[in-house]
């Protein structure tokens, strides 16, 4: 963990450069000194095709952002990691922003990890020897 989805609109896909912030999202995580570790961060976008904005009457668009982690961590922790990962977001999603009617949003989501099962190979590659 963490897990990132971002789901966002079908009418911004040619312009939204998800590979390029689905990157940004895993430095963000990456940065937070440990905290993630970082063979547990995935990250996905959703390209939403069926969805209606507001009352449908522009060409509104919205990326929202899900951010799933396991319990435990203090709140200055969690606060810092989702005030930099919503202004890494924000600063992706600025020009096109300045540009048309983007809503941009973000959810933190903690669980309890006795309701989570894993199995991972990946955190092996990151351990330090």
Known sequence: MPHVIVEYTDNIAAEARMPELLAAIN???IAQ???FPTGGIRSRAIRLTDYRVADGA?????VHVTLKIGSGRPEEVR???CDEL????????AE???????????EL????????YK?????????KA
């Open 33 to 35: 000194g440990g905290v």
């Open 58 to 62: 522009e060409d509104d668009a919205f």
């Open 96 to 106: 096109l922003f300045a540009r048309r009617y983007l809503a941009l949003s973000m």
């Open 86 to 93: 919503f202004a890494a977001i924000k600063d992706h999603f």
């Open 119 to 127: 199995h991972n190979n990946i955190h092996a590659r990151f351990k």
């Open 79 to 81: 606060k810092k990691a």
């Open 27 to 29: 430095g963000v995580l």
């Open 109 to 116: 989501i903690e669980f309890s990890e006795g309701g989570t």
